[in-house]
């Protein structure tokens, strides 16, 4: 006689997902810092690659009338540094010093994240600065592997959708009816907000899974049949904690931009606006992996 699965509540898996972001609290420092470490390289970044630009247009703005401002940037030769392969090779060059800086990063921090909720979930352990770097060292490639077939098949589903849509597009005008191609477009658009949400689901509970022992590409298989279970409960989980944040975010930026308009004290809440909404991102980076891990290490009844 089969037996019936009864599954947790959201409310409880997200209960549960919180407990363990607030018994591990460091990781929330530790996002900070990296999402610090990643700006910085990113200004250092723009500024080995405009430097020049910026000193350039610095020195003829100097002993410039206001009102000859805006003349001097409309005829300024941008070209010069368009056209100048030294200039283009070094900023290529330092973009991809930055990705390849920004993936390393981002894939020890991951793997030492992902460690740690899994541990203090399934073993109950408090959080360890040193077994965190560890965990890091220890799960990176499989990580990185997993960042790598993420972007793999990200790049696929849009090729994918490109190729069909120019395809479909070539059919309806042969039959005639470009108006039903246009009408088209309407769910095409929620199917591909469907497919995105999907694979961002599912790279995340890859992520817990790679924490159980599986390898890159069976973790990511499971991971995609653990979100279509259930009419797809562990997608519409995730995806829920998505929403909530994007409106959350959007609301306190529109409340906040009514109030930047208040004479001598309109900065100030820009600038409250900005550290509200760097604080909301490092929550939700730490709180989403710990949903994918609740949700890989739940009971069933």
């Excluded at 997200?14 to 018994?23: H, I, K, P, R, T």
């Excluded at 994240?113 to 799960?139: H, M, P, S, T």
Aim: contains cysteine; charged residues 10%.
């Amino acid at each position: 006689m089969a037996t019936t699965k009864s599954l947790s509540p959201l409310g409880d898996i997200y209960q549960q997902a919180w407990e363990s972001c607030s018994d591990l609290w460091p990781l929330f420092v530790l996002r900070f810092i990296f999402m610090l470490l990643n700006i910085g390289a990113m200004i250092l970044c723009l500024i080995l690659v405009f430097g020049s630009l910026i000193l350039s247009l610095f020195k003829g703005l100097q002993d410039m009338r206001p009102n000859d401002v805006q003349d001097y940037f409309k005829n300024f030769d941008f070209s010069g540094f368009a056209h100048d392969p030294g200039w283009l090779v070094s900023a290529v060059g330092i973009f991809a010093l930055y990705m390849i800086w920004w993936l390393l990063l981002e894939n020890l921090f991951n793997a030492g994240l992902y460690r740690r909720l899994w541990d203090r979930q399934k073993n109950g352990a408090d959080f360890n600065l040193r077994q965190f770097f560890v965990d890091g060292i220890q799960y990176f490639l499989p990580m990185l592997g997993l960042y790598l077939l993420l972007i793999f098949s990200f790049f696929f589903v849009m090729f994918c959708l490109f190729v069909g849509a120019i395809a479909f597009g070539i059919l309806f005008k042969a039959m005639g009816i470009i108006w039903l191609g246009i009408l088209l477009m309407i769910p095409g658009f929620f199917l591909f907000l469907l497919l995105m949400a999907t694979l961002a689901a599912t790279w995340y509970m890859a992520n817990a899974y790679v924490m159980e022992g599986f390898g890159v590409m069976d973790s990511f298989r499971r991971a995609f049949l653990k979100c279509k279970e259930n009419t797809g409960r562990v997608l519409w989980g995730i995806l829920v904690v998505f929403i909530g944040y994007f409106i959350l975010s959007f609301s306190f930026q529109l409340i906040m931009g009514l109030f930047s308009h208040v004479p001598l004290i309109g900065a100030l809440f820009l600038l409250f606006e900005m550290f509200v909404n760097f604080v909301l991102a490092v929550m939700i980076w730490v709180f989403i992996p710990a949903v994918a891990v609740t949700f890989l290490l739940e009971k069933e009844a």
